[in-house]
């Protein structure tokens, strides 16, 4: 990040896009800032898309490490939420989540925060189970 909390010119999403979503009014404050948790829940289902269609079933989260928001979002900003999966356990996956904000009727866009999100995965009762190897 530059000195002035920029981004570096060219930088670029880091993993897949897995959600893109509109911020609207009823997920801002009267200043029109999107909400933070509107931000982190978005990250959340992204990370559920990605986790549980690694692990092939149910997952959960059980972990968000060090979130920090470098830049707001507005009313009408796009949202792209990007992952890659970073870490591979036996029943659980960490993920580097990454939040864009692409700026309202511009190309425009910033990243607004990033953070690692752990998951689990889960069997039929809600016991921790294997995640199945890759070919």
């Known amino acids: 990040m530059e000195p002035n909390g920029d981004q570096p ?4 999403p880091k993993g897949d ?3 893109r979503t509109l911020a609207m009014p009823a997920d801002a404050n ?3 800032d999107i909400f933070g948790g509107w931000v982190m829940a978005q ?3 992204a990370s559920g898309i990605r986790a549980a269609e690694r692990a092939g079933g149910r997952v959960v ?3 968000v490490k060090e979130m920090s928001f470098t830049k707001p979002m507005k ?3 796009t949202l792209s939420v990007y992952t890659s999966i970073e870490r591979l356990g036996n029943t659980s996956m960490s993920l580097h989540v990454e939040a864009w904000a692409q700026r309202y009727l511009t190309s425009h866009r910033e990243r607004v925060t990033h953070a690692q999100f752990v998951m689990v995965a889960l069997d039929g009762r ?3 189970t294997p ?5």
């Open 75 to 77: 009313v009408g900003d």
């Open 17 to 19: 896009m897995t959600l």
């Open 61 to 63: 989260t059980v972990a």
């Open 43 to 45: 990250m959340d289902l």
């Open 30 to 32: 009267a200043a029109g």
């Open 131 to 135: 995640i199945p190897a890759r070919d």
């Open 126 to 128: 809600g016991k921790p």
């Open 9 to 12: 010119k060219g930088d670029e």
